[in-house]
């Protein structure tokens, strides 16, 4: 059974720091690209960052650019988000996800697995 963990959400304080996680399990997952993507009450699911396979070249949301950072270790089949100076408008639930393709692709619906999602709530 296929499945995606995402762990390290909580409460954070505006200007602090999260680091989110996502271990995979079931199958190997290190030529498919990851994503993180975020779903805040009553809005759609945006994207957040992508690392891409090969190559490992980076995507980021233009709200989130320059904070947050995605990262990937094919060894243990997890991929990080690492947020500094969050802001109370990052508050969401933190989805990790994961693609077949290779062509970069920033719509939800075009990523082949999913994860349950974490919740980050972050205080001004």
């Known amino acids: 059974q296929v499945q995606l963990v995402e762990s390290g959400g909580g409460l954070v304080q505006a200007g602090g720091s999260l680091r989110l996680s996502c271990a995979a399990s079931?199958?190997?997952?290190?030529?498919?690209?990851r994503a993180w993507f975020r779903q805040a009450p009553g809005k759609e699911r945006e994207f957040v960052a992508r690392i891409s396979w090969p190559g490992g070249r980076t995507y980021y949301a233009d709200s989130v650019k320059g904070r947050f950072t995605i990262s990937r270790d094919n060894a243990k089949n997890t991929v990080y988000l690492q947020m500094n100076s969050l802001k109370p408008e990052d508050t969401a639930v933190y989805y990790c996800?994961?693609?077949?393709?290779?062509?970069?692709?920033?719509?939800?619906?075009?990523?082949?697995?999913w994860g349950q999602g974490t919740q980050v709530t972050v205080s001004s």
């Open positions: 079931g199958r190997t997952f290190s030529t498919y690209a």
């Open positions: 996800a994961a693609d077949r393709s290779t062509a970069t692709t920033r719509v939800a619906e075009r990523y082949d697995y």
